[in-house]
């Protein structure tokens, strides 16, 4: 299986690559298409995609270490799912407010 890590980098800094990288990617990991599959109608080797994906993937990589918005949005994430959990516990006195707490981590979901 392809590392999904790379389709969340690819949305939060493909427009920093350069084009061809940006497409390769995309193709590889949102299309899953196969090396073969992206190098034919490019006219270029199965071995120019491998090397341009790997170069385009070590970039991302250099991306999220320098600004980290990729883990910043997975830990938002993660904080609008805890808080979903966390109101389904709040007692029934307490249910209005748990719903709109509720509704309000689902829109911050929705927003990542």
Request: some cysteine; hydrophobic content about 40%.
């Amino acid at each position: 299986m392809k590392n999904l890590d790379f389709v969340l980098l690819l949305d939060c800094y493909g427009g920093l690559l350069t084009e061809r990288q940006r497409d390769l990617l995309d193709g590889y990991y949102n299309e899953d298409l196969s090396l073969a599959e992206l190098a034919e109608p490019r006219g270029i080797s199965r071995q120019a995609v491998h090397d341009s994906i790997r170069r385009g993937e070590r970039q991302l990589l250099s991306f999220e270490e320098q600004m980290g918005l990729a883990a910043r949005l997975k830990n938002c994430r993660s904080l609008f799912e805890k808080i979903e959990i966390l109101t389904t516990q709040l007692s029934d006195s307490d249910s209005e407010i748990g719903s709109q707490i509720a509704d309000a981590a689902k829109d911050g979901k929705a927003l990542l």
